[in-house]
């Protein structure tokens, strides 16, 4: 079946501690992209990417890195620098579409990570 | 950037009724605008997308308006069923031509449809 895996569903990370969450998707999308969300706000954009081997920063990348190494996979690392890490992270990719014709995003199903 | 408000308070519904949750938001207006399905600990799933220049859009029971004027959109659950519960978010085009998918989210509406 198509679709977008997220793994670990749950992650728990010490203060101070590096860790990737990852994103698969077997849907041949080109564009992948990663939300954060918090408890009474909306999806906030992390990052992007619309190609391999490219990729752009959103609204709040401070903290976080990603790589697209390939069109399936687009992992991201919650460095130390994030000074709020615990949320709800989200995978998300796209078809190609163009502005004015839209086109719908897929989700993975999350990963939920707690710092300890 | 946008600002999109969604209801922030529950919509409690009895089964059988017509949910109607609404989006509003500001700046420039986007060229299309979505509407998301999220149950709890697990991802939005897509419902319903609109473009500007289109005033409606119907699916099964899903009725989705869009006025560019009023700067809007109105999501209508009609003959509400309590599968229906769930949180429903708005999402903006806020991408260009370089940068096309990308999107904005409210944070949401939850919808609870009682027997």
């Known amino acids: 079946d198509g679709g977008i895996t997220q793994s670990p569903k749950y992650l728990f990370r010490k203060e101070g501690q590096n860790v990737t969450l990852s994103c698969e998707q077997n849907?041949?999308?080109?564009?992948m992209y990663w939300y954060r969300q918090d408890p009474g706000q909306g999806l906030r954009l992390i990052y992007y990417?619309?190609?391999?081997?490219?990729?752009q920063k959103g609204d709040i990348a401070e903290g976080y890195s990603v790589s697209r190494e390939k069109k399936e996979s687009f992992p991201l690392t919650v460095t130390s620098a994030q000074k709020n890490p615990t949320a709800f992270y989200l995978c998300?990719?796209?078809?190609?579409?163009?502005?004015?014709?839209?086109?719908?995003?897929?989700f993975g199903q999350g990963t939920r990570l707690t710092v300890v | 950037s946008q600002k999109i408000e969604q209801n922030s308070e529950a919509l409690n519904i009895q089964e059988g009724k017509t949910a109607t949750l609404t989006c509003n938001y500001t700046?420039?207006?986007?060229?299309?605008l979505q509407w998301y399905r999220q149950d709890p600990g697990r991802g939005p799933v897509f419902l319903l997308l609109?473009?500007?220049?289109?005033k409606e859009k119907r699916k099964e029971r899903l009725k989705v308006t869009f006025d560019t004027t009023l700067k809007q959109s109105l999501f209508h659950i009609t003959a509400s069923q309590p599968a229906d519960s769930a949180t429903y978010l708005c999402?903006?085009?806020?991408?260009?031509?370089?940068?096309?998918?990308?999107?904005?989210f409210g944070a949401g509406t939850q919808v609870v449809v009682t027997p």
């Open positions: 998300a990719s796209s078809k190609r579409g163009n502005r004015g014709h839209g086109t719908e995003a897929f």
């Open positions: 849907l041949n999308h080109d564009a």
């Open positions: 990417s619309q190609i391999v081997n490219d990729f």
């Open positions: 700046n420039y207006s986007p060229a299309y």
């Open positions: 609109i473009r500007e220049n289109e």
């Open positions: 999402a903006l085009d806020i991408g260009t031509t370089d940068s096309w998918g990308k999107l904005q």
